[in-house]
């Protein structure tokens, strides 16, 4: 009895031990370690830097999802939504119940409104004749964007700027109240395009100068101020770091106050022979240079909520070296081109038109022929400056007319006008 008791003890205590196993077996085997099934749907490109990314999707088996630190809820059937602010790329992740994660990098795209702007100085905005005037092309509905100046070319910043650099350098001046023109300007439904003269910065160059920091400035090979007929010491040196910084800082600023948009204008070495010119600090070359700062600025200056410009010389899509202006190159790193192809500004015989300056139809619709060519593929734009100013012939409204038709012809959309006294001729602008 003993004998059998100890085998039934033996056999009852096997039988515990495998269905303990049994157990333990089933309970791994239940733990889940599949991910939710997770798809989204490409969203809607924004209509500014500003407007948020809105990501739809279905998550299959999850409970969040969560871009950031932002996190939302599925619905029964796994569908969400969720609105982040604007950035090139986000990640969206999903997680079930038990921890499990699946993710998908979504690539955000901008869909830019088109422009039609005039450009208005700080003082033109602080006189109240130029500046109603130029609200009243905004009130007829003839244009739909103001381009208003931050930093001119004498390196002045037309408003009271919080940049240390603008202040201490003396360029911060109260010419105008940038947030009060912002809150007008928005409040007529108008976007503002801030123009900021990168290197052609006297004001700056000037108080570098002085002040222990040759470096800053664009030399001569005998090492002193390099001087043209924009002035004595007129050019920063666009390789130096806190010159860059300092312009990167100027548009940031303006993005924050509610600028649309900034346009470096002079983003280029100064025109002559490069023998002439030293850059302290240069590694590459001017082309490369100019170039490497649109790279540099440019994601900055979209985090604070603002597009960027760059306005480069006619001749820059063929003669890409003449001043450091490389277009498929500055392209990649703007979401504007805006070539300054003023019909007076051509030589006889330029894309085959005899007389550019008497033929503005022509030479506009040829030459931007080769802007959309240089810019294809980067996904820039090109919003081209237009000439509404007499040059050795007379402009009014038919010339400027025949620029706009020739834009619109090119397949180009957008335009910025030039006119250094903001004076335009609202006959040549058709209403919207």
Known sequence: MVIAAGAVLAVVTAALLAGFALGRSAEVAAVDTVPPTLRVTPPEPARSYRAPIVVRGNAVDAVAVSIGQTAVST??????????????????????????????????????PRMRAVHVTAHAWSHEGLREAVLDLAREGRIDTVQLDIKDEDGVVGYDSQVPLARESGAATAIYDARAALGQLHDMGLQVVGRIVAFRDPTLADWAW???????????????????????????????????????????????????????DYVRRPDGSLTSMNFAGLADTPTEA?????????????????????????????????????????????????PMIYPSHWGPGEYGVSNPNAQPYDIIFRSLQDFRTATAGTGAKVAPWLQDFSLGVTYGDAELRAQIDATRDAGIDSFFLWNAATRYHGGGLQPA
Request: glycine share 8%.
């Open 75 to 112: 619905g029964p059937d796994g569908a969400f939504e969720i609105s982040v602010p604007w950035a090139p790329a986000v990640e969206v992740v999903a997680v079930d119940a038990a921890g499990n994660q699946s993710s998908i990098v979504v690539v955000a795209g901008v869909d830019l």
């Open 210 to 264: 002085h002040n222990g920091r040759p470096d800053w400035v664009v030399q001569n090979p005998s090492g002193q101020p390099y001087s043209s007929h924009y002035g004595p010491i007129a050019f920063t040196n666009f390789a130096n770091p806190q010159v860059r910084q300092y312009n990167i800082d100027l548009a940031v600023e303006a993005a924050q106050l509610g600028f649309d948009g900034v346009m470096f």
């Open 290 to 338: 100019v170039a490497a700062f649109l790279a540099q600025s440019r994601y900055p200056i979209h985090q604070a909520g603002a597009h960027v410009s760059a306005a480069v010389y006619g001749i820059a899509s063929t003669r890409p070296d003449e001043i450091a202006q490389n277009i498929p190159l500055m392209s990649r790193s703007v979401d504007f081109v805006a």
